[in-house]
């Protein structure tokens, strides 16, 4: 089950940037892709380094430490090094604020 949560505003993150948001400990990446806004983890499953520093391109996420790539939309590796894929979260804006649905208690 998941929870939506309130994690930034729209207006932090223009088209073709990236936001680090850390909430109860856990760091997660949003992406303004062309207006429309995805969240993952911000952890290369790689090598643990922050996506967040890495390069945007599309709907891709490029690691700044060992060049891997990353699909947003759904996690996958796109380029290695990394071969396993990264967590990915529905999200939703209203009113200006960007909903994230993170895993709830099970």
């Given at each position: 089950m998941s929870t939506l949560v309130q994690l930034a505003r729209l207006d932090e993150i223009r088209p073709g940037q990236m936001l680090r948001v850390e909430h109860d400990g856990h760091a997660y990446l949003l992406a303004n892709v062309d207006g429309e806004?995805?969240?993952?983890?911000?952890?290369?499953?790689?090598?643990?380094?922050?996506?967040?520093?890495?390069?945007?391109h599309g709907d891709c996420v490029s690691c700044s430490l060992h060049g891997a790539v990353f699909n947003?939309?759904?996690?996958?590796?796109?380029?290695?090094?990394?071969?396993?894929?990264?967590?990915?979260?529905?999200?939703?804006?209203?009113?200006?604020?960007?909903?994230?649905?993170l895993p709830g208690d099970e």
């Open positions: 806004i995805l969240a993952a983890d911000d952890t290369c499953t790689h090598e643990d380094a922050p996506l967040s520093i890495g390069a945007l947003l939309r759904t996690g996958a590796p796109v380029e290695e090094p990394a071969s396993e894929p990264l967590r990915t979260y529905a999200v939703e804006v209203r009113d200006g604020a960007i909903f994230v649905a």
